[in-house]
């Protein structure tokens, strides 16, 4: 509604521009050239007709008939209105004509020149400007406005109605992909929920301790799920302790066999990112990527420059009888592409190499 509102206030503030230089330069050429009143009252008289015929084409008829596809019936509603007006300005050109012709010496400022015997001589009476010798002058020139007054008024509502549509369709296309978004972190979140229980589960009867240990610090990975990441955009900062937390209580449980090396910038411009993009990954890597039996590694790093954020993730590519032998495509990856493709479209490129006994993914996001 705010912007509707806006959208009309603007277009009332640049008609009003626009009318106040058309109806301004008549007044500084009549005192620039000394062109007197009676050319205020022509001009003054048929911009008002021209006005008239604008207006009543796009404030009534474009709305009503025209963008209703009653086009006949616009056709000849715009025909009546052009007749209509036409003996409104030939009447008023009659009134003009007959004013000037009683009054034509009244703005002559310097006196008349007399005769030999003191006879004032007048000079020959001097038709209005708006009309001239040319047979049907009148009624060409009026005519040629009129039909200028109604294409353009009919140009300018057309335009405002194909920009209306546009920002209408920008505004669903935005919806719908809010809508969509939502619904994929509303699908990350409790699978990574799930996936973190599980790993809790494991732990309680080997240590309790640190089983309360990742209770907390679950509670702390909820809480930014929850609050943080429900704001919208986040903090890179934000990100990055999340990102450390849950690392931290996936540490709880691995072993000696798995090598796991995180390197996360410590100083960096702290950009406004959405959440969630980079754990689908982490997660990942800890689900499929470590084995309790054989040696297995994780390298998680990120750099961060100005214009972009780069993040690598690597881990070893872990096969058992049960799991497909790309075992990679969970829900979490497939999620995490959907949101790059509609929240960075021709800003990110991501690569996921599987090959040998490793399964690499490489992302790079430009945020605006």
């Known amino acids: ?116 015997q003191g006879r004032i001589q007048l000079p020959p009476l001097r038709r209005p400007w708006i009309i001239t010798a040319v047979p049907y002058a009148h009624t060409l020139g009026y005519i040629s406005s009129s039909l200028f007054m109604v294409f353009l008024s009919l140009g300018l509502r057309v335009l405002e109605r194909q920009s209306k549509i546009g920002k209408m369709q920008e505004e669903m296309e935005k919806a719908k992909l809010n809508a969509e978004l939502a619904l994929l972190k509303n699908q990350i979140s409790p699978h990574f929920f799930f996936n973190t229980l599980n790993n809790i589960y494991s732990l309680i009867g080997i240590n309790a301790e640190d089983s309360q240990k990742a209770v907390l610090k679950l ?59 980079f754990i689908p990954f982490i997660e990942n890597a800890f689900k499929h990527g470590i084995s309790y039996r054989e040696k297995s590694f994780i390298d998680i790093n990120m750099a961060v420059t100005v214009e972009s954020i780069s993040f690598r993730c690597v881990n070893s590519l872990i096969r058992t009888k049960e799991e497909d032998p790309y075992g990679h495509s969970g829900i979490g990856l497939e999620n995490a592409g959907k949101r790059l493709n509609l929240l960075f479209p021709g800003r990110h490129e991501l690569m996921i190499d599987k090959s040998g006994n490793a399964f690499e993914v490489f992302l790079t996001i430009k945020p605006e």
């Open 219 to 277: 509670s702390k990975l909820m809480r930014y799920l929850l609050y943080e990441s429900e704001q919208g955009d986040t903090r890179l900062s934000n990100e990055i302790d999340f990102m450390n937390n849950y690392i931290d209580l996936m540490k709880l449980r691995v072993n000696d066999k798995v090598e796991l090396s995180v390197s996360f910038p410590k100083k960096y411009e702290d950009k406004n990112i959405p959440p969630l993009l």
């Open 1 to 116: 509604m705010r912007k509707e509102t806006k959208g009309k206030s603007t277009r009332i503030i640049l008609h009003i521009l626009a009318w106040a230089v058309i109806l301004g330069l008549p007044i500084y050429s009549a005192i620039r050239f000394r062109m007197g009143n009676n050319f205020l009252v022509t001009y003054y008289t048929f911009a008002a007709i021209n006005a008239l015929i604008f207006y009543t084409n796009y404030l009534f008829l474009i709305p009503v008939l025209f963008f209703q596809k009653k086009r006949y019936r616009y056709y000849i509603a715009i025909l009546a209105l052009v007749f209509f007006f036409y003996f409104i300005s030939d009447f008023a050109n009659k009134q003009i004509y007959s004013y000037i012709s009683k009054n034509g010496n009244s703005e002559q400022v310097n006196r008349p020149p007399v005769d030999k």
